[in-house]
């Protein structure tokens, strides 16, 4: 009886590992006896990282299915997922490819998303995490190292050194003088705040007066930004051919255009004598208009500009002579204007502006270890380039406004006899003894058809330059030069 129990105890041993031969193998291949749990979805990775079929899917940590076929398709590599039923992903679930550790295992991470209907057995999941190879990441952290090295190597160059040193030195000397400047002129700064508020005031007061003139003007630029957006690019294409043919004009007559300068200065200093005279009170303005030398003055520098005038006859032309007395400066201002306007809605202005103010240059050296620096006060010739787009009653300028970059905005009324305006320019503040923008607010309007008075507020936001100024003008058109030029006898060159 000895020997028949010991074979069947032999036989159950058997039996009992074969089961567990069978399970572990089950468990380990993800045999499964009879219809599949779950649903199939697909993802197409341009590189699988090391992925295996039968690799764990995870959901924030968790086995959520399993990788059941990876193929290639076009050259991308098409992952085939079985998500556990229970699991929903949604139309912005994405899946990446992830590690156990900095050399463990891949595995595929899911994130189900959030909106959209629930992904569907056979759809595909469109957001994708490629996964960062890491040779190729220790290859950049090589390269970024290699540099970084370059980089301190280079500042460990005496001559560097001594660069970042003075550097250093003069944030330090200019840190202490703006702390110096802003201690000293607090009294200034804040009289210059109150002046804010008080033109603040002053603006708030003028709005509720011109409530209905203003919101005209708004609709106006309502309306030319409407235009602007649809016109922009033919309205930029016109101002580059523009351009264009403005300099080809300036070249063929630079020899005519240095002589009309010279002739301007003159006339410049003919402008200043009417200014002190109106300041004093004596004449009309028709009779300084008329005075002998302000006449030959006009007259030379008309001249001048008739030998332009067939190279830009398509375009309507005007010249303009103003002359304004600065009451804060008791200095005159003069300039000279060549307005172009080949259509009725689109012009542009050239002008020459003696200003007494003057802008600062600033000249830095460093000497023998000492770094020294002189500002020198400019007051020559200044010039204006502007381009404007005029809609209906209002017009917008921008270029350059005495040398410097400036915007301008027009408002017309009662027939183009009254001109309201308000120019801004000197943005880098290079103007003498400026802490603010230049901006200037005024009126021109037209006693006849060729002579207007002008008067204003100049400088409003700089407190040791504001004032109000007055002055007037002439402003010659088309046929005007015809009659001008048919009086005045031919020069022989």
């Known amino acids: 009886m000895t020997a028949p129990r010991a074979e069947l105890t032999v036989g159950i041993f058997a039996l009992v590992i074969f089961a567990l031969l069978t399970f572990m193998t089950f468990r380990v291949g993800e045999f499964t006896i009879g219809e599949k749990q779950g649903y199939i979805v697909y993802a197409n990775f341009s590189d699988t990282a090391g992925l295996y079929e039968q690799s764990r899917i995870k959901v ?130 804040n009289h210059i705040l109150a002046r804010v508020d008080s033109l603040t005031t002053s603006l708030d007061e003028l709005v509720s007066r011109n409530q209905a003139p203003l919101s005209n003007t708004i609709a106006n630029l309502e309306e030319f930004s409407t235009h602007l957006k649809t016109d922009g690019p033919e309205l930029m294409a016109d101002l580059s ?78 010249i303009t002579f103003r002359g304004e007395y600065l009451e804060r400066l008791g200095e005159a201002r003069g300039g000279v204007y060549l307005t172009l306007q080949p259509k009725k809605d689109k012009y542009y202005i050239l002008g020459v502006v003696g200003d007494p103010v003057g802008r600062v240059e600033t000249i830095e050296t460093f000497t023998n270890g000492t770094f020294t620096r002189e500002d020198r006060v400019i007051t020559d010739l200044e010039f204006t380039a502007h381009f404007a787009r005029r809609f209906k009653d209002t017009a917008l300028r921008i270029g350059l406004t005495e040398t410097t970059f400036g915007l301008g905005a027009d ?71 015809k009659y001008i030029f048919g009086s005045v006898p031919s020069i022989s060159r």
């Not at 008075?453 to 100024?469: E, K, M, P």
């Open 60 to 189: 924030a940590g968790v086995d959520a299915g399993t990788l059941e076929k990876i193929g290639l398709v076009n050259g991308i590599a098409r992952l085939t997922l079985r998500v556990d039923p229970e699991v929903i992903l949604y139309s912005d679930a994405s899946a990446g490819i992830r590690a156990t550790g900095l050399l463990g295992d891949k595995y595929l991470d899911l994130q189900i998303g959030y909106t959209g209907p629930p992904l569907k057995d056979g759809d595909t999941i469109k957001y994708i995490e490629e996964f960062v190879d890491i040779d190729e990441m220790f290859q950049n952290l090589d390269e970024l190292s290699q540099s970084i090295t370059q980089i301190v190597a280079t500042f460990n160059q005496p001559e560097m050194k001594e660069a970042l040193r003075d550097t250093l030195l003069n944030l330090k000397e200019i840190t202490t003088v703006l702390d110096t400047v802003v201690t000293e002129n607090q009294d200034r700064i």
């Open 241 to 318: 051919s523009t351009v264009v043919e403005l300099k080809e004009v300036i070249q063929e007559n630079r020899g005519d255009l240095k002589s009309l300068v010279t002739k301007t200065s003159s006339a410049m200093d003919s402008v200043n004598v009417i200014a002190r005279k109106v300041e004093r009170g004596e004449g009309t303005i028709g009779k300084l208009v008329h005075d002998e030398s302000l006449y030959t003055s006009l007259t030379n520098a008309v001249s001048s500009v008739g030998k332009t005038l067939s190279a830009i006859e398509r375009f309507k032309t005007f």
């Open 411 to 481: 408002q017309f009324l009662l027939d183009d006899k009254l001109r309201l305006y308000v120019d801004a320019w000197d943005f880098g503040k290079d103007e003498h003894l400026a802490k603010n923008p230049h901006v200037s607010i005024g009126a021109d309007y037209f006693l006849f058809k060729n002579f207007f008075v002008t008067g204003g507020l100049d400088n409003v936001f700089n407190s040791n330059r504001f004032g109000a100024y007055v002055g007037g003008g002439v402003r010659f058109e088309d046929e005007d030069f």
